[in-house]
């Protein structure tokens, strides 16, 4: 035995519990599907993706200092920063174009530009989510202003829903009772609850229904979004790393996987946990957890006006591209 070593090795029948940053309360209590959490060890902080193993709890560590993942994000940003300069060019062509379509009077030109257009907000989204992937994994400063979170999630659903009017998806929505004003990063939040209902959209089809809860418990928030399609199904497993699996040959909806880096970022901002499951009909979950902070301070302050992933485009538009149909991207014929 390798005494010296020792020190550094976690104790055979070590409370766990003493080890998790964030989402104790979750890790007690979850039954199936991958939790992602946040765990101290000799004091470096790690993010984990907890696994129901068989009577076994599998923890997949990812430290800031993980050599993969760093070489992975930096790569995915380099990309990101090599892209920017030929997008710009096709913002440019885009703004000109779509006001000359709006005046020919031509329905088939004006469908195709609509191609054209969502493909440039699909494209400019997966820049942004590559861009953004390493700060938001290697932990960042949150903005946390005081928020009314039962308005916030309305005017998200309420967006998201007039948006798919067209589409056929039916979303519900179990909101809070009364406005619970707590401290928040709306930008994080909003981006990723919009991440986690795109998740649902696409591995739903027309006609199903898809459930939105928030609901309140103790000092913290439950977020959930649950749709009537099952797991994708090579996604069993570490859900929340699987931005850095192989590329082959898949479902085209599975995505890159960086918006999975987006929904724990906010949770661990947030002194949360994030959850993928499946519910007892199999159906697929997903749940951010929420540390509820308030603050009796009667300062006021300037709000921070920091850069916006989005441009100018609209958010619920850019998030949910790849569910909506071109006819949201194309100009109006006059």
Not at 96 to 122: C, D
Not at 123 to 143: C, Q, T, V, W
Not at 192 to 198: E, G, K, L, T
């Amino acid at each position: 035995v390798n005494e010296a070593a020792q020190k550094h090795l976690i104790r055979p029948g070590a409370d766990l519990d003493m080890l998790l940053e964030s989402g104790e309360d979750e890790y007690n209590t979850f039954t199936q599907g991958c939790l992602c959490l946040t765990v101290t060890i000799f004091g470096a902080s790690y993010r984990a993706s907890v696994i129901k193993s068989g009577d076994c709890d599998l923890f997949i560590l990812h430290g800031e200092s993980d050599t993969q993942i760093e070489a992975a994000l930096n790569a995915y940003a380099l990309a990101a920063m090599n892209l920017r300069g030929p997008m710009s060019k096709l913002s440019l062509a885009l703004e000109k174009i779509l006001p000359l379509v709006s005046q020919l009077e031509n329905e088939e030109l004006a469908e195709s530009i609509g191609r054209l257009n969502q493909g440039f907000y699909q494209l400019h989204r997966i820049i942004a989510n590559m861009a953004d992937a390493k700060e938001y994994s290697n932990g960042f400063a949150p903005n946390l202003e005081q928020t009314n979170v039962t308005s916030l999630v309305a005017d998200i659903f309420e967006q998201v829903c007039s948006l798919l009017q067209s589409a056929q998806y039916h979303l519900q929505l179990t909101n809070l009772s009364k406005p619970l004003f707590c401290l928040v990063d709306r930008g994080i939040l909003q981006r990723a609850i919009y991440n986690m209902i795109a998740n649902a959209l696409k591995f739903s089809d027309p006609q199903d229904s898809i459930q939105v809860t928030l609901r309140h418990t103790g000092s913290r928030l439950y977020l959930t979004v649950q749709n009537q399609n099952k797991y994708p199904r090579n996604f069993y497993g570490d859900y929340f790393g699987c931005f850095l699996r192989e590329p082959g040959l898949e479902d085209p909806r599975n995505g890159v996987g960086l918006g999975m880096i987006i929904i724990q970022a906010a949770a661990r901002a947030h002194g949360g946990a994030a959850l993928m499951e499946q519910d007892p009909d199999g159906n697929m979950r997903q749940t951010m957890f929420l540390q509820i902070r308030q603050t009796t301070s009667t300062e006021v302050h300037s709000p921070i006006l920091l850069p916006d992933y989005a441009g100018d485009m609209d958010h619920a538009m850019l998030e949910l591209v790849d569910s909506l149909p071109h006819q949201c991207y194309a100009p109006k014929v006059e």
